[in-house]
Structures are given as structure tokens and as C-alpha cells.
């Protein structure tokens, strides 16, 4: 169907669902359902040095747990690489992208300026951008930003600007280690799904520019966005999957229930009975709204 609502729940397979990734897993649920759309699963595993060996499974029993029934197969990225590939070869063909055989010590002493801090910390300088220096072997693959102000509207966040040539300037979609960067396999991906509407973390909302400027040279259409709160330690740090506080209660049904209570009431959802999960969710559902999800942060003390 061509208007069909798609939404999906991308987790990287680093550690178990925690309470953070709780919430972008309902927050992208209830944004799905609550439209009548389809909720799709996709495990982002290309990091590969960073995944661990089971967790995939961990996460989809944890997301049954909490009564997120999913529609079709989980997808894996790294098991998607030759729509990777394909995009990459688009790119090139249309001049967008260049090698570069910058290392990170290379764009140190250019002194680039510290930004973004998901951009590795530095604007890239454009040390190759017209060409491989002499003596300079390709080492990663990045896009080429123009200098003009990517915008969107996100749907809890409001309007977000940005000008990509002093954020990050031309990023890197291929690493040096051959892996695909997650910014060009997430916007090949959630083109390739049909996603229509992408919810997840706050820690993206920056990311969003990026994605939509690939999205326009590879002539994908931009999907709507909403950035849900992240759940941070007292000092402000996103709480990791080893936190312990923040981890999930795997069998004890009434411990289940109040940890969807927190999230809930994090995504701005007060006072769902508690009961089985999935009862839980759909009497979100009724009371769904996405004015109420907070624009700041959750602050676990
Ligand atoms: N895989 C990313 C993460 O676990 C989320 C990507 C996304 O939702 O776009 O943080």
C-alpha cells in the first residue's frame, strides 16, 4: 500500500535491551501501531567488533518480554551488504563521494576544528576531496557536504537546522576497516524497508542531516522523524548497556510491568494499570500522544 505507515526498532547488538533502549523500542512501537502501521526489527550488527555473540537473540526475547510483537523477519545489516554496496556505487557514479587516505593523526595535525562529537570530534578539512595527495593511499570513502543548511521538522523536536560543512564536512560512509558506516547503511536500509516514519533516540537527532543529505543524492525520499528522550545518568552521560540500574528484569512479571511503567512515563504516558504487557501497550495506545513525550532528557538517579 502506498501510504502505508513503517515504522522500525533498530538496536546494535552491543548488550541487552537496557531502560534507553526500552524506550526508543515503545516510543517507535506505539508511533508505529498508533497509526495503524506495520513495526519492523532491524539489527544493526556491521559494527562488528563491537557486537556480542548472542545478543541479538537476548534483545528480540526481551522485546517478547515486554509484549513488542514485531511484523515479519528481524533484519540484520550484515547480512545486507550488497544494497550497501549498490548505494555506494550510485554515489560514485554521480561524483558524490571521494577516497581518502586521511588517518585520524592526519586530521589531528590539520588542526580541523573539534565539533560533532559523533563525527569522530572533527570537521574534516578536505585534505582530499579533489583527489588522493601524492604519496596517499585510499584508506575510507566519505561524502562530499556542500555548504548549504540541510533542515527537518522533527515531530517532537520541532525544527532542527544544519549546515553539514561546519558540523562534520564530508563524512566518512566507508571506513578504513571496510565497514560500511552506520549513516549509509541506516538510510539504505530504511529506504529498502519502505520506513516511513523513523523514531529512536535523541542521540541521532544530529545524525538526522547527514542521513537526509544521503538520502537526497541517492533520490530516497526522507521519512518523518520524532527523537524520543534519551535516559541519562545524573551526570548527564547516556546510560550505557552496562548500567547496571538501567537493566531490564528478565522473568519477575510484576518487575516487567513497572519497568514499562517507567517507560512509559518517560514517552510522557502517566498511570497505565499495571497488567500483562501487551494489555499495557494497547491501553497506551488509547492515550498515545506525541505533544506529551518530553522534548529534555530522563534523568536516572
Ligand atoms: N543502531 C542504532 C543504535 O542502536 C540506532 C539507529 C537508528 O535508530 O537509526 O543506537
Redesign the pocket.
Known sequence: MANEIVG?????P?GPLHLG?LV?AVGSYLFARAAGGRWLVRI?DLDTPRAVPGADGEILEALDRYGLVWDGDPQYQSRRTPLYDAALALLRASGSVFDCGCSRSDLQRAGSAPLAADSGGLVYPGTCRHGLPAGKEARAVRFRVDREIIAFDDLVHGRVEEDLSSITGDFVIKRADGQFA?QLA?VVDDAEQSITQ?V??A??LR?TPRQIALQRALGYRTPQYAHLPLVVGADGSKAGKRDRALSLPTLDRDRVAATLTRALRILGIERVRPAEPAEMLQEALTRFAVESIPRGNAVIR
Do not use: Q
Open positions: 522500525r526498532f533498530a538496536p546494535a552491543t533502549s526508543a544493526e552506520y541506516v523513523v529512536r533516540g542521540d541521532l545524525s
